[in-house]
Nanobody
Framework: VRLAESGGGLVQAGGSLRLTCAASGLDFDDHAIGWFRQAPGKEREGISCVSSSDELKHVEESVKGRFTISSDNAKNTVYLQMNSLKPEDTAVYYC????????????????????????WGQGTQVTVSS
C-alpha cells in the first residue's frame, strides 16, 4: 500500500493550495481517506476525511468554510482544496487510509479521532507566510 501526497508549498496568507493524495495497492472502494496535519511542537490534528462510498465528506470546524475534500475513485485519488490560507495552517500534511466503517454509524469527527488509520503517506509541507 502506498499513499503519496503532493501539492504542498509556500504560499502567502490568503492564498490557496490543492493537496493530492494518490493511493495504490489498496481497494479504494473499501477504505476511508483522511487528511491530518502536524505543526512543529503540536500534536497531529485530523482535519478532513471521506468515506469509501463518498456518503460522508467531513471537514473539522477549525478549517470549515476554507477547506474542501473531494475524491476521484476512478483515479484512487483524494484532494484537499485549501483556500484563504492562514499562517496557522503551516504544517506537514499527511493523508491516511483505513477500512471504512459501515455507512451511517459514525460522523467524520469519530473517523478522525477514533479510527485506527492503518496506512500513511510521507507528508507534504505547507508553509503560509504572513
Amino acid at each position: 500500500v502506498r499513499l503519496a501526497e503532493s501539492g504542498g508549498g509556500l504560499v502567502q496568507a490568503g492564498g490557496s493550495l490543492r493537496l493530492t493524495c494518490a493511493a495504490s495497492g489498496l481497494d479504494f472502494d473499501d477504505h476511508a481517506i483522511g487528511w491530518f496535519r502536524q505543526a512543529p511542537g503540536k500534536e497531529r490534528e485530523g482535519i478532513s476525511c471521506v468515506s469509501s462510498s463518498d456518503e460522508l465528506k467531513h471537514v473539522e470546524e477549525s478549517v470549515k468554510g476554507r477547506f474542501t475534500i473531494s475524491s476521484d475513485n476512478a483515479k484512487n485519488t483524494v484532494y484537499l482544496q485549501m483556500n484563504s490560507l492562514k499562517p496557522e495552517d503551516t504544517a506537514v500534511y499527511y493523508c491516511a487510509a483505513t477500512r471504512s466503517p459501515l455507512p451511517g454509524y459514525y460522523n467524520g469527527t469519530y473517523y478522525l479521532r477514533k479510527l485506527t488509520w492503518e496506512y500513511w503517506g510521507q507528508g507534504t509541507q505547507v508553509t503560509v507566510s504572513s
